[in-house]
C-alpha cells in the first residue's frame, strides 16, 4: 500500500510563496497524481492535476497563474509551487494518486495526511 507524506506548508503572509511536497513510498510514475485541499468548514476542493509523466498539467481557476504543479518521478515527488499567496488559499493541502494506472482520474486510490497552509492578511 502505497504511503503519502505532504510537508512544506506554514503560516505565511499574503503574496508570500510555499512549495508543497509529498513524497511518495513507491513507484508512483504510472498514476495521474492531484493536490486538493480543504479550507476550514469547507469541503474538499480540487487544486490541480500532472499527468503521469509530467507533460500534461491543469490547475483550478482560482490558483491558476499563481499555482504550479510538477513531479519527479526518479525521486517519488510531487511538488506544488504556490505563489502569490491570498487568505482564501488558507487550507490543509492533500496529494492523491488515482486509483488505476493511466491519464485518465477514476476515483482517488491514496492520499496523504496532507500538510496545513495558512496565510494571514
Known amino acids: 500500500e502505497v504511503q503519502l507524506v505532504e510537508s512544506g506548508g506554514a503560516l505565511v503572509q499574503s503574496g508570500r510563496s510555499l512549495t508543497l511536497s509529498c513524497r511518495a513510498s513507491?513507484?508512483?510514475?504510472?498514476?495521474?497524481m492531484t493536490w486538493v485541499r480543504q479550507a476550514p468548514g469547507k469541503g474538499l476542493e480540487w487544486v490541480s492535476a500532472?499527468?503521469?509523466?509530467?507533460?500534461?498539467?491543469a490547475h483550478a481557476d482560482s490558483v491558476k497563474g499563481r499555482f504550479t504543479i510538477s513531479r519527479d518521478n526518479a525521486k517519488n515527488m510531487l511538488y506544488l509551487q504556490m505563489n502569490n499567496l491570498k487568505p482564501e488559499d488558507t487550507a490543509v493541502y492533500y496529494c492523491?494518486?488515482?486509483?488505476?494506472?493511466?491519464?485518465?482520474?477514476?476515483?482517488?486510490?491514496?492520499w496523504g495526511q496532507g500538510t496545513q497552509v495558512a496565510v494571514s492578511t
Open positions: 500532472v499527468d503521469p509523466v509530467g507533460r500534461t498539467k
Open positions: 513507491e513507484d508512483t510514475s504510472g498514476y495521474l
Open positions: 492523491a494518486r488515482s486509483r488505476f494506472a493511466g491519464s485518465i482520474w477514476v476515483g482517488y486510490g491514496y
